[in-house]
């Protein structure tokens, strides 16, 4: 005689049954339509970071603040994976999900398959979360605000599945599989070299309909008409060679045949200034604009930039690797182009970052319209201590002439210079910096290798 129909007769115990029954769908409905919240959420806040990647598009209300910045975290090398954006990998994983999710097995071995290949999904997605949050804090020390949307689904998801986990006979596999997934990723990361993030733009192709210009045809770009005269070290250079010259024609008194030497020296001094050639057919002369390095270097380029761009900043490292490298062979025209709408017209709207922007620009260019020679420091202070104005005026009244340097701020120069910056950044197509202009090419975004800026150099002002 069986003993088990009377217990399940027994209308409490059938109540008791049916409501945990009911409890059980219940959760599954609702862990069902959670799950499908999140992977639809991040799936579309992925396929949106992906294309912000793939076109290198300004990412919408999420660019240049102090904390919050996605353009930076986008640059970064790990957003990133074998050069692919890691957003495309998650748009696999939560589109796996979905198409989990909809598809109705038509078997228990079908269904077993199917909660574990959401399982394995759900897991990655929640440790890829853990991963890449962890690098925005401790590592790139910026927050994408898309990209926390997107990982914040991937923890939910992950969480769901482990609160409403089904009875899958494999799971420790998922979870080994899942875990081996992220570890790789993570390998594959920190083993591989950085992605470039720059862009070469060829300005050579734009002229080809109407013919090239030679470089000799190449028009010179003025500087304001109250620039400085040249101070120390073309000065100190053009002494050099002419005590050089007297030295050789003296001596020619006493050693008749070094004659032709001289005659040669004085041949080679024909007047004409060193000058770097911009957008196939402008020319800015060396003596006249802001300079790193000796104006009669055998290579120079044009800098644009903004003393308060992070990515100027670290490409500024990278910039000062490659004047250790070459020496005296290579000098740069630093142009800041200030991101702020009160001095450039082609931005749109001031971020906070680049409040003062204007003000340390154009105290830059007061300071080498004082001297020169000092600029070259006060440059790399500015990139290296990333001041406020107020401190940094403090520091460049300890390092050139006081009075000089209040005069100059009084006056229209500088003003008029970033103007002239502003301007040759408007004929380059503005939008992004920094950007290092040669001959007939332009390296648009933040290049953070000394080895790639060398290789430019050589490659664009051979």
Not at 59 to 85: Q, T
Not at 376 to 389: G, I, M, R, V
Not at 417 to 437: F, R, S
């Amino acid at each position: 005689m069986s003993f088990a129909g009377p217990l399940f007769q027994n209308p409490e115990f059938n109540s008791t049954v049916q409501l945990r029954q009911s409890f059980s769908k219940m959760k599954t409905v609702i862990a069902w339509w959670s799950m499908f919240a999140c992977s639809t959420t991040a799936l579309v806040t992925s396929c949106y970071l992906a294309w912000a990647s793939l076109t290198s598009s300004a990412v919408a209300g999420c660019d240049g603040g102090s904390v919050f910045d996605c353009s930076h975290v986008l640059h970064s090398r790990w957003s990133n994976v074998m050069s692919i954006p890691v957003s495309i990998p998650a748009m696999a994983i939560h589109m796996t999900v979905l198409a989990m999710l909809l598809v109705k097995p038509v078997s228990a071995r079908l269904e077993q398959a199917r909660w574990a290949i959401i399982g394995f999904a759900a897991l990655s997605a929640g440790a890829a979360a853990v991963w890449f949050v962890g690098l925005q804090v401790l590592w790139i020390e910026h927050l994408c605000l898309y990209c926390l949307i997107a990982h914040t689904c991937g923890v939910v998801l992950a969480a769901v599945f482990l609160w409403n986990r089904p009875q899958i006979h494999a799971f420790g596999w998922v979870v080994a599989a899942a875990t081996a997934a992220i570890t790789g990723l993570i390998l594959l990361q920190t083993l591989s070299l950085g992605p470039q993030t720059f862009e070469l733009i060829d300005h050579s192709k734009k002229s080809e309909s109407s013919g090239a210009l030679e470089d000799e045809d190449a028009s010179i770009f003025e500087a304001p008409k109250s620039a400085p005269e040249p101070q120390a070290s073309l000065m100190r250079n053009r002494l050099e060679l002419r005590v050089s010259q007297v030295s050789g024609c003296v001596a020619m008194l006493l050693y008749p045949a070094i004659l032709t030497t001289c005659e040669i020296a004085n041949e080679a001094d024909d007047g004409q200034v060193k000058a770097a050639r911009i957008l196939n057919n402008l020319k800015l002369e060396t003596n006249v604009w802001p300079l790193l390095g000796k104006p009669d270097a055998e290579m120079v380029f044009v800098e644009l930039f903004d003393y308060t761009c992070e990515h100027c900043q670290r490409t500024h490292k990278a910039i000062e690797g490659a004047r250790a490298k070459l020496g005296d062979r290579l000098a740069i025209i630093a142009l800041p182009v200030p991101l702020d709408i009160k001095c450039n017209p082609s931005v749109k709207a001031t971020d906070a970052a680049h409040a003062e922007s204007c003000a340390i620009a154009k105290l830059a260019v007061a300071v080498w319209s004082v001297d020169h020679d000092k600029f070259s420091e006060f440059h790399h202070y500015l990139f290296s201590a990333k001041p406020t104005h107020a401190v940094a005026l403090i520091k460049a009244k300890e390092m050139v002439d006081g009075e000089k340097l209040k005069a100059m701020l009084s006056s229209n120069l500088p003003s008029e210079y970033i103007a002239k910056h502003v301007a040759i950044y408007q004929k380059a197509g503005g939008g992004t910096i920094p950007k290092l202009m040669f001959p007939k090419t332009t390296s648009v975004g933040a290049i953070e290798s000394t080895d790639v800026i060398v290789q430019l150099i050589e490659q664009h002002l051979r």
